[in-house]
């Protein structure tokens, strides 16, 4: 098992856990390799430390500190429960979104400017934007919220 500190283009910084290198490589190439917070696809391994281990006579190391949203996370995917509790909902949200946003790709921060600047009608969109589009919403004072991914349907897992 390795474990990885990923990264999507969107600077949202996660962890993957996978059999192997090539398990990583493999699941990146076919696309099943996505941001849990923005389901971005351009996803790759973050620089970090290296880690260090102690021999196990010579005392501990101190534990990693993490932030509060990491502890929060890690204590609801540590159930089975809360975690199919948590994606249930996470489902419920996005067939909201699906049914009462129109969905405009890849132009989502073109017309969301558009709109807070008054040049289009009002309405709720829904899409994807890169970094640098999500940058230029925030200097332009569009408020604007990543999604994570729509859970799987466990009917369609093999």
């Known amino acids: 098992m390795v474990i990885y500190d990923l990264i999507c283009d969107i600077d ?3 962890e993957g856990w996978f059999k192997n290198a090539e398990d990583f490589q493999s699941q990146s190439e076919s696309g099943l390799l996505t941001c849990p917070v923005c389901g971005s696809e351009q996803v790759s391994k973050k620089l970090t430390a290296a880690k260090l281990t102690k021999k196990s006579n010579s005392g501990t190391l101190p534990a990693p ?3 509060t949203a990491q502890q ?5 995917t540590q159930s089975p429960e809360k975690f199919a509790q948590l994606q ?6 996005h067939g909201f979104v699906e049914q009462n946003f129109e969905d405009v790709g890849n132009k989502f921060a073109e017309k969301a400017i558009s709109m807070h600047k008054g040049e289009e009608e ?3 969109i829904r899409g994807i934007a890169s970094k640098d589009q999500v940058k ?3 200097e332009e004072g569009v408020e604007a919220v990543a999604l994570p991914p729509k859970p799987i349907d ?3 897992v093999n």
């Not at 929060?72 to 609801?76: E, L, N, P, R, T």
């Open 12 to 14: 949202h910084a996660f």
């Open 65 to 67: 500190q993490r932030s």
């Open 72 to 76: 929060v996370v890690s204590a609801d």
């Open 88 to 93: 249930k909902m996470l489902g419920r949200v």
């Open 122 to 124: 009002q309405a709720n």
């Open 136 to 138: 230029k919403m925030a």
């Open 154 to 156: 466990p009917d369609k």
